[in-house]
């Protein structure tokens, strides 16, 4: 079964930034993936980027999202943009070691 990820980043602004490829500085798009929305896992990468199609919720329906941001000095005091969902309703936070670039 594929991994699901619910957004709990972006509250302020509505929702995440996501890119058309997973590098942090390739095409933004016009819309944020919307805090509260959920996406199935289509990719991984070491570097923290998600490659995911929406499931509910509103947003671009496919893109590349960063699931957690660094803190100041690059490791403790980041912030998760996305977590794992264990099962309905309920969601898991990521282990604190993953890493990820913060969105630019």
Do not use: F, H, N
């Not at 995440?16 to 500085?25: D, F, K, L, N, S």
């Amino acid at each position: 079964m594929a991994q699901l990820w619910e957004v709990v980043g972006g509250q302020c602004a509505g929702g995440i930034p996501v890119r058309t490829e997973a590098q942090a500085g390739s095409q933004r798009e016009r819309e944020l993936l919307a805090t509260g929305s959920v996406v199935r896992e289509l990719e991984l990468l070491p570097s923290g980027r998600l490659r995911y199609a929406l499931v509910s919720g509103s947003g671009p329906s496919a893109g590349w999202v960063t699931v957690r941001l660094t803190g100041p000095t690059g490791g403790r005091g980041g912030k998760d943009l996305l977590t794992r969902k264990t099962s309905p309703g309920l969601s898991s936070e990521l282990p604190a070691a993953t890493p990820a670039a913060a969105e630019g």
